[in-house]
C-alpha cells in the first residue's frame, strides 16, 4: 500500500496528477525514483520539479575577490518581499558572503547556516557570524536565514553575476591568460548563458555516467512504447541524448544571443582564451 504522503510527495516533484502518482508507486513499489521514471517513459510528468522546493523570500548575493582568484555565491532567505528588499537585508547578504570569501576554512566549501554559524565574524571577532545574523534579525524584523554557500577558489579566474534583483545568480571558474575587456565580456556572456538557460554540466565528459545511463533507459522505454522498429531504436535514442546534451551541457546549448552556433563554438570563435572549469547556479527558492 503506497502512503499519501509518497503519493503527495511525488506529485510535488514531477507535477503529474495524483492517479498517474499512485499507480507509478504501485508499480515501482514504492521506490520513488524507479516511479519518476515511469513518469517520465509514460509522458506524464509536466515538470521535473525538486522535492521540497522552497518559496521563501530572499536574495542571492555574490562577491570576487580583488584579485579574481575567490569567490563566493549565496542564498539568504528572510520572510517577506519588504524584507529582501531592505537595505540592512542586502547589506548584511554582502558582509556574509564577504565573510565566507576572508576565512580560510570555507576554501572550496559549499554548505548552510549551519557550517559556519560558530565562525568568528571576521570584521569583529568578538561576535560570530550566527550573532550577526540575529542582530539583523532584531533589526529587520524577520527571520533570516542563510540557506546555502559555495566558495571557489581558483588559479584561473572567478567571475560572478547576479541577475536582476537578486533572484539568480551564478559563479564561473574559468582559465584565461590574462584580464581584459574580451575575457570578461566573454565570461559574461557565459554567466547570463547559465542564469536563462540552466545549464547543470560544462561539457558531455562532464556528466556523470549514471545520469547518460538512466536517460537512456527512459528514453529506450519512451521509443519501445511509440512501436518503433528495433532496428533503429537505438538511433533514435543516440538523436533524442543528443537533444538531452544541449538542453544540460553548457558547452552544447544553443548560444543565446545565437541560437546557429553552440556556447563551445562561441567560446572558440571569441579568441578569448577562455576555458570554463566549472559554475554553479542558484535560484531564489531552488535545490
Do not use: W
Not at 84 to 100: C, D, G
Amino acid at each position: 500500500m503506497v502512503s499519501a504522503e509518497l503519493v503527495k510527495l511525488l506529485r510535488e516533484m514531477t507535477g503529474a496528477g495524483m492517479v498517474e502518482c499512485k499507480k507509478a508507486l504501485e508499480e515501482a513499489q514504492g521506490d520513488i525514483e524507479k516511479a519518476k521514471e515511469i513518469l517520465r517513459i509514460r509522458g506524464l510528468a509536466k515538470a521535473e520539479k525538486k522535492a521540497g522546493r522552497e518559496t521563501k523570500e530572499g536574495i542571492i548575493q555574490a562577491y570576487v575577490s580583488e584579485d579574481r582568484k575567490v569567490g563566493v555565491l549565496i542564498e539568504l532567505n528572510c520572510e517577506t518581499d519588504f524584507g529582501a528588499r531592505n537595505e540592512n537585508f542586502v547589506e548584511l547578504a554582502l558582509k556574509i558572503a564577504k565573510h565566507i570569501a576572508q576565512n580560510p576554512e570555507n576554501a572550496n566549501r559549499e554548505g548552510t547556516q549551519g557550517d559556519i554559524a560558530k565562525q568568528p565574524y571576521f570584521e569583529d571577532q568578538s561576535i560570530t557570524l550566527e550573532e550577526l545574523i540575529k542582530s539583523a534579525i532584531a533589526k529587520i524584523g524577520e527571520n533570516i536565514q542563510l540557506r546555502r554557500f559555495v566558495r571557489f577558489d581558483t588559479d584561473g579566474y572567478v567571475h560572478a553575476y547576479v541577475h536582476g534583483i537578486g533572484r539568480v545568480g551564478v559563479l564561473v571558474d574559468y582559465q584565461a591568460e590574462a584580464i581584459n575587456d574580451q575575457v570578461l565580456r566573454v565570461v559574461q556572456d557565459v554567466a547570463m548563458q547559465v542564469a536563462a538557460m540552466k545549464a547543470e554540466y560544462v561539457d558531455v565528459s562532464s556528466v556523470p555516467q549514471e545520469v547518460i545511463e538512466r536517460e537512456k533507459r527512459i528514453l529506450m522505454e519512451q521509443v519501445k512504447q511509440e512501436g518503433k522498429p528495433e532496428h533503429v531504436a537505438e538511433k533514435i535514442v543516440e538523436g533524442r541524448l543528443r537533444k538531452f546534451y544541449q538542453e544540460k551541457v553548457l558547452l552544447e546549448q544553443p548560444f543565446i544571443k545565437d541560437e546557429k552556433k553552440t556556447v563551445g563554438q562561441y567560446l572558440k570563435e571569441s579568441g578569448a582564451g577562455v576555458v570554463i572549469n566549472r559554475f554553479v547556479r542558484y535560484e531564489l527558492g531552488g535545490v
